[in-house]
């Protein structure tokens, strides 16, 4: 029978896990990470995922209160102001944000219940919180832009600039149709704008040597105490060496191609969030002044991998990083990406469910996999990053 893997997770458990967005959390985190590698263990089996054994998660560095991105949807009805989780449930403590997040969340409920904040509280979507170490960011998702918010907006910077000293930066980010979508790659294109109303332009992560920066709205692991490590193990898999051509796709900021830039002859990176685009292509003129690097903004579809991308260069190894979102490849990608016969492929999974999907697409193509390594990046919940190395057939004949 096949499992998915939140059913490993229950079975393993001897108990249904709890209806929650963080449904381990009360565990003891040894004991959830033995649960974790059971269950990855039964789910592999169970999908016939047998011709490689999985090794153990890599452990969280920080398996509670790590979160660096959190999400709030406002609520404000006859001049009450709440702040409700994504299931509409009233917001309360979590294992897994900083305690920061909860305390500017209380500011914002406290500030926004007084009459002078309620031509806000009316038009706010969401809040969004950044960061999860003494500096954090927060963003206003608003329906408008108009006189009336925005000086409500400025006197609540005054108060944030007052009360909470570890929020360094504060936005309002422009979204007319009261989306879901914020901070997703497929939020509408057209009627987006975003207003600094203190603190940097852009946040920034460290990875070991480097720095990489990127605006409020682009996408980041919510788990940045780990990304070093994300970016490590990438690297340790994937060995680049120093003639190879790197393909970096859905490659957000530029995370995984720059942390290997250094490695290789060449990095060309595509996503299709325009301002993650550009944050690449800026860290890489800063960075690596003299590197042949290029990112490109488009969706990731077949029609793109065969009109866009560079001809393949037989004369250099080629290798390629795929981070996609939960769900997956789009159909078709896979092939395209076998055609061009790459020496090794790195396949990232968030969505554990899909790894049997795209491992039996991989090999359809021509591709074995040869590793299998889960990482830990969300702590507390039912999930698993997945690293899949592939590498072609030894009959490979396509």
């Given amino acids: 029978m096949q499992l998915s893997f939140t059913d490993a997770l229950s079975v393993c458990a001897g108990a249904d896990l709890p209806k929650n967005a963080e449904p381990l959390a009360g565990m003891d985190y040894a004991e959830e990470l033995d649960l974790k590698r059971r269950a990855f263990e039964m789910f592999c089996r169970s999908n016939m995922l047998k011709e490689v054994k999985p090794a153990s998660p890599v452990p969280a560095v920080q398996p509670r209160k790590y979160r660096a991105n959190s999400k709030r949807k406002a609520e404000f009805n006859r001049g009450k102001f709440r702040l409700l989780n994504m299931d509409s449930s009233l917001a309360g403590t979590s294992a897994l944000e900083p305690d920061s997040h909860k305390g500017l969340y209380d500011l914002i409920t406290k500030t926004f219940a007084g009459k002078p904040y309620h031509v806000l509280a009316g038009h706010v979507n969401f809040c969004i919180v950044r960061g999860a170490g003494a500096y954090q960011a927060l963003v ?18 005054n108060v944030l600039k007052k009360e909470s000293p570890s929020t360094g930066a ?78 970096d796709l859905y490659c957000g900021y530029g995370l995984l191609g720059l942390s290997m830039a250094d490695a290789v002859k060449s990095v060309i990176g595509v996503e299709i969030d325009g301002p993650a685009v550009k944050a690449a292509s800026a860290n890489a003129s800063f960075l690596f002044k003299q590197k042949n690097m290029r990112f490109v903004k488009g969706e990731i579809s077949p029609a793109l991998l065969r009109n866009k991308l560079p001809a393949r260069d037989f004369d250099r190894n080629e290798l390629i990083v795929l981070d996609p979102p939960r769900m997956g490849t789009a159909g078709g990608v896979v092939r395209e990406l076998a055609k061009r016969a790459p020496e090794r492929v790195l396949h990232i999974v968030c969505g554990t469910d899909e790894i049997p999907r795209e491992v039996a697409e991989w090999k359809k193509h021509g591709y074995q996999l ?27 004949n396509i």
């Fill in 140 to 157: 206003l998702n608003v329906d408008r832009f108009d006189g009336k918010v925005i000086h409500a907006a400025k006197n609540f910077a």
């Fill in 170 to 247: 504060f936005f309002l980010y422009l979204d007319e149709t009261d989306s879901k979508y914020y901070l997703e790659s497929k939020r509408p294109e057209g009627r987006m704008g975003i207003k600094k109303m203190f603190g940097p332009e852009n946040l920034s992560v460290k990875l070991d040597n480097l720095k990489l920066m990127y605006p409020p709205i682009v996408f980041s692991q919510v788990n940045e105490a780990m990304l070093p490590m994300f970016a490590r193990i990438a690297r340790e898999m994937l060995k680049p060496g120093k003639d190879d051509v790197l393909l």
């Fill in 370 to 396: 040869k590793q299998i390594r889960p990482v830990d990046m969300f702590p507390g919940t039912a999930g698993l990053e997945t690293f899949l190395l592939f590498e072609p057939k030894q009959d490979n």
